[in-house]
């Protein structure tokens, strides 16, 4: 049984920092490109980041460039989010995202999400 499940989410102030956690069980963790997502309240789910499979690679939003940073664990096959500096326009639902792509097409897993609230 696949399952991701997040932790580590809260209310923090702004300009504080939290580091978002991510557990995976029940698929190959190494062969897929793990990613965050997060959604604000009324808008649409958006891509933050994403490490690929060995971690060697890495994208970012243009929104967290530089204040966020993906990292994996292939051995405890989790993967983590450190958030610095946050803003308040990171309020979100932030989402563990698991994606293999095949010739034969494509795997994907979410978690259930995790709130963070940043606010004063």
């Known amino acids: 049984q696949v399952q991701l499940v997040e932790s580590g989410g809260g209310l923090v102030q702004p300009g504080g920092s939290l580091r978002l956690s991510c557990a995976a069980s029940?698929?190959?963790?190494?062969?897929?490109?793990m990613s965050w997502y997060r959604q604000a309240p009324g808008k649409e789910r958006e891509l933050a980041a994403t490490?690929?499979?060995?971690?060697?690679?890495?994208t970012y939003a243009d929104s967290v460039k530089g204040r966020f940073t993906i990292s994996r664990d292939n051995n405890k096959d989790t993967v983590s989010l450190q958030m610095n500096n946050l803003r308040p326009e990171d309020t979100a639902i932030y989402y563990c995202?698991?994606?293999?792509?095949?010739?034969?097409?494509?795997?994907?897993?979410w978690g259930r999400g995790i709130q963070v609230t940043v606010s004063s």
């Open positions: 490490i690929s499979g060995g971690g060697l690679s890495t």
């Open positions: 029940g698929f190959s963790f190494s062969r897929y490109d």
């Open positions: 995202h698991a994606k293999r792509s095949a010739s034969w097409g494509d795997y994907d897993y």
